[in-house]
């Protein structure tokens, strides 16, 4: 996914990112040309020893290459580096480090140390457990909210899972807004543009949201921000030209969620109004790159006609919703898409979040189906709608650095 600025050109800090490469680069060839003499020099009884250095180079200088360093000399009998002034003892044994009050594990990602909302440090520890987003509705397809956890029953492999966690907030949420900019959408980006905005403006005013205009190649025009106005430029943005490169929209979004979303839970919201034909991806290879333990719901709206092409530009759309828990839109008129947008919105602000570890451990990977049932007193007929599986990954230990 390409970023852009004013004049359509990639943006030139990654020439800054460059630098240290190119620094690393020339300190190694400094080091190759200096000498074509031996690292090191055998003596008759078979040791190693260092090249002598010039009288004008200091043996303790940082830049120095760590071949040509004089050799440190072997600790004396009996001592340890424990010993020595300042050093940090290490505990020894399978007692556990003890962490301070703000840094008690919370879950998460696993060793990654992060600031909360009010400034307070978070350890997040290894939790082999999976988040599912929920939304539940009525045979009228009205929203149910008052559901408790009891009324839940999750279903992996068919198996049935013990919830961990459940709650029913409104909770903020990454978003990424996906826009077809291809040459036929030119006389319906104004209505889009409106009904995006009005979208982001009945969310959780603590939502981050970034925008990608994708003709045939996805453009990165506004990153994570709340900001309504730098929304809006980034929505005015209209290219209207080339084809329409869906599917590797939706690979770059859904990476550039994984990578930079503070929030936990994701959303991307595509807008197109035909069939992909510029991806060098396929739409396998497109749900795949969502069905991570923790990937995104996808909401869809599809301005399409009556053709061959649109159906299959249709199929595409829901596969990509239902796969995730989200749903496809097909408006009738340019009006619909406005209230499509607010609809999005109260789905995304009226869902549940269930939690649950797999009978099944993650490490042994694999595809996992997922379903989810509800039956509460006073209702009938009650459909959830949630992601259909994911891809089981086994989450490093290893502390982020």
Not at 218 to 246: C, E, H, K, W
Request: proline letters at 7%.
């Amino acid at each position: 996914m390409h970023l852009r600025n004013k004049r359509n050109k990639p943006v030139p800090i990654v020439l800054r990112a460059l630098l240290p490469l190119l620094a690393i680069m020339v300190s190694v060839c400094w080091a190759q040309g200096r000498t074509q003499a031996p690292q090191a020099q055998a003596t008759q009884a078979g040791k190693v020893q260092a090249t002598p250095l010039p009288p004008d180079v200091d043996p303790s200088d940082p830049a120095l290459p760590v071949w040509a360093r004089p050799p440190s000399p072997a600790p004396a009998a009996g001592s340890t580096a424990a010993n020595k002034p300042g050093a940090t003892n290490v505990p020894s044994g399978n007692k556990p480090a003890v962490l301070p009050p703000d840094l008690q594990p919370e879950g998460g990602i696993v060793g990654e140390v992060t600031k909360g909302d009010k400034g307070q440090f978070i350890y997040r520890t290894r939790v082999d457990e999976v988040t599912l987003q929920a939304t539940v509705v009525d045979s009228k397809r009205r929203l149910v909210t008052d559901l408790g956890q009891n009324d839940f029953t999750v279903y992996e492999d068919g198996q049935v899972q013990q919830i961990t966690s459940f709650r029913r907030e409104d909770i903020p949420v990454s978003i990424g807004i996906l826009v077809d900019n291809s040459g036929s959408m030119r006389t319906k980006r104004n209505a889009v543009t409106k009904a995006v905005v009005n979208l982001v403006k009945a969310s959780n005013p603590n939502d981050e949201v970034f925008v990608v205009n994708f003709n045939d190649e996805p453009y990165l025009d506004q990153d994570f921000t709340n900001s309504i106005s730098r929304m809006q430029q980034a929505l005015d943005r209209v290219d209207t030209r080339g084809g329409t490169a869906l599917y590797d929209a939706v690979y770059a979004s859904s990476e550039h969620l994984s990578k930079a979303a503070k929030r936990e839970k994701k959303v991307l919201l595509v807008v197109t109004d035909g069939e992909d034909n510029e991806s060098r991806l396929s739409l396998e290879q497109a749900i795949r790159s969502v069905q991570d333990e923790n990937g995104p719901t996808i909401y869809t709206i599809g301005i399409l006609g009556d053709d061959g092409h649109q159906r299959r530009a249709k199929r595409a759309l829901e596969a990509l919703s239902v796969q995730t828990g989200g749903v496809a839109f097909f408006p009738r008129n340019l009006e619909e898409v406005d209230e499509i947008s607010k609809e999005v919105a109260r789905d995304i602000r009226n869902q549940y979040t269930i939690t649950y570890k797999p009978t099944n451990p993650r490490s042994n990977g694999g595809y996992r189906t997922v379903k989810v049932t509800v039956h509460a007193p006073g209702y009938r007929n009650l459909q959830v709608r949630t992601r259909s599986g994911y891809f089981a990954t086994d989450r490093s230990t290893a502390a982020k650095r």
